[in-house]
């Protein structure tokens, strides 16, 4: 009888790995690709290598000094999560309570969206500031800037429920905690993950912005210095390490929303 | 108990006192967008439905058929009269969870597989695991779902959906059984199947059935009685009583009376139309 069924989800019986390379292998292919190409251009141009370095020199850059570049990336990925933790959590309640409690998205919310379009640039200062110069002011700069996100998808996503659904659960006499998590919570789990997705994003950047303003460890402290002394091989190698990371925490979140929200139309297998 | 059962509950056969639905003079208003005045959903409708009886209510747009539904089942309030189930408000009946509602949209949950779909009546009332999966296995069999547990709704046909719906309305063996238009949203030939289906269905639960619908053949080939509707202000044109002999089935079509029944209910619905006719 299921052979009715309209629509299938990826085929079960395959083990992960064959299911997964259709997925690996293309962005793999651009990577090697694209490095041959930026390889042949430095070398047949004569680019200079504080211009653009090539592949090799950033290869060579990385390996002359590992263990101090990935200390460094260990200090951001460490801010970039918990602020990126925080913040989410922190924006996931605020969203909660402006979906519950109108007057408060009414009064609060203004100033919400106004806070967003403060550049994390011109805050980061203010921050470091108040928290002082260690990894606390840096979780707080990234705490800021993930903030958002979540609090909006949250109050959209627990707003999102179909009416008719509310309905029925009216008519079963569902207590309003049933209706809070058997209802709203899944419906609006789909706009929590858009949330995080970009949250995850943002919280490399804030970490690197807040170590660009100050600090004596990082990734960002890394480009400052580099830059200033004008190692770009250097720098180059710092800048595809803190893209790694953001890639690596996006695809966790993906694998996470995957199995979290199978259910979902964005969750069709494509062919 | 079975299919035959119904033809004794004779629409004309006296119900034992305060058992089954009624509608004593109830209004309901519903205040009006900008300028314009409150809008009179229903006026002082009186209706009183015997248990296990089956009626449709049938009527054009804005004649408040749906409304006589959200008012039973204590999602609107009258702002006159009042409902009754079984001698008791609305809302002690909700509460008791003796209502099931199916509405034209299935409004399944889609991240609840058909089986957790079904069952969400029970879970809400929270009853045990074991025993509602096995109310829900038994429900699915009831609306010929059987095979399809596992299921995401939205890889189910409009058809299927529907009997899901049907199927999670009546887990908490309801009284009273809702529907506001269940096959409105149904091609011809699946909603003609689900009504033999429904037949079947209604015939072996034992609810009171109230069923909302625009179709007069729908109305008369499921009904003991049809109630035709008018509407600005909704309110009761005329009752038929439909005396075709149970079980209903295709055959039933073929009867001359279905056809006769069918006339005389577009007759009075023509007559609800003309009160409006500018």
Not at chain 1, 249 to 260: D, G, N, T, Y
Not at chain 2, 53 to 65: A, E, M, N, R, T
Not at chain 2, 68 to 75: A, E, G, M
Not at chain 2, 250 to 277: F, N, Q
Request: a neutral charge; proline letters at 7%.
């Amino acid at each position: 009888m299921t052979s009715s069924l309209r629509e299938s989800h990826a085929s079960s019986t395959e083990s992960w790995p064959a299911r997964a390379w259709p997925l690996i292998w293309p962005p793999l292919a651009t990577a090697l690709i694209a490095g041959i190409v930026w390889e042949a251009v430095t070398v047949i141009f004569a680019i200079p290598a504080y211009f653009i370095p090539s592949p090799s020199r950033i290869w060579e850059a990385f390996w002359g000094a590992p263990g101090t570049l990935l200390w460094h990336a260990g200090i951001t990925l460490l801010e970039a999560v918990i602020g990126c933790l925080i913040g989410s959590f922190l924006g996931a309640l605020l969203g909660t309570a402006f979906a519950y409690w109108r007057l408060l998205s009414r009064g609060l919310l203004p100033f919400v969206i106004a806070s967003n379009t403060i550049p994390v640039v011109a805050i980061a200062p203010i921050i470091i500031l108040w928290f002082g110069h260690g990894i606390e002011s840096k979780i707080a700069v990234t705490t800021f800037l993930c903030f958002f996100p979540l609090a909006l998808n949250m109050m959209k996503g627990l707003q999102s429920y179909d009416r008719v659904i509310m309905d029925v659960f009216h008519v079963a006499a569902a207590t309003p905690l049933q209706r809070f998590f058997k209802m709203r919570l899944p419906s609006a789990l789909p706009y929590i993950f858009v949330g995080t997705k970009i949250n995850v994003s943002f919280s490399v950047i804030g970490a690197i912005v807040a170590e660009f303003v100050q600090a004596d460890r990082g990734l960002g402290f890394v480009i400052m210095t580099t830059y200033r002394t004008l190692n770009m091989p250097r720098l180059w190698a710092a800048l595809i390490i803190s893209a790694l990371i953001g890639l690596t925490f996006f695809a966790i979140v993906s694998l996470i929303e995957r199995f979290v929200i199978p259910w979902h139309s964005s969750m069709r297998t494509e062919t | 108990m079975r299919a035959g059962e119904r033809a004794h509950t004779k629409p004309s056969a006296a119900a034992p006192v305060g058992t089954g639905v009624a509608f004593e003079n109830v209004s309901v208003s519903f205040p009006g967008q900008a300028d314009h005045p409150p809008i009179q959903a229903l006026d002082g409708v009186s209706l009183e439905v015997p248990e296990r009886q089956f009626v449709s209510l049938i009527g054009p747009s804005g004649c408040g058929k749906s409304t006589l539904l959200r008012v039973i089942s204590d999602i609107v309030e009258p702002s006159e009269g009042a409902a009754r189930i079984d001698g008791r408000a609305p809302r002690a009946a909700r509460l008791a969870r003796e209502i099931g509602f199916v509405f034209q949209d299935p409004a399944l949950l889609e991240w609840r597989r058909v089986l957790e779909n079904v069952a969400l009546p029970l879970e809400l009332a929270g009853v045990a695991t074991r025993e509602r999966e096995e109310r829900s296995r038994e429900l699915l069999v009831l609306v010929g779902l059987t095979g399809f547990e596992a299921a995401w709704p939205r890889q189910l046909s409009g058809g299927m959906r529907q009997r899901a719906a049907i199927a999670r309305a009546l887990a908490t063996r309801p009284r009273v059984l809702l529907m506001d238009e269940p096959f409105g949203a149904l091609d011809q030939i699946t909603r003609d199947r689900l009504n033999m289906e429904l037949v079947r269905i209604t015939e072996a639960t034992q609810a009171t059935v109230l069923f909302v619908t625009h179709s007069i053949r729908e109305a008369v080939l499921l009904s003991d009685r049809v109630v035709v509707m008018s509407p600005r202000p909704g309110r009761i044109v005329s009752v038929i009583d439909v005396d075709l002999p149970r079980p209903r089935s295709l055959a039933t079509r073929d009867d001359p009376r279905y056809i006769e029944l069918i006339k005389a209910g577009a007759a009075e619905l023509e007559k609800g139309y003309s009160h409006h006719d500018e």
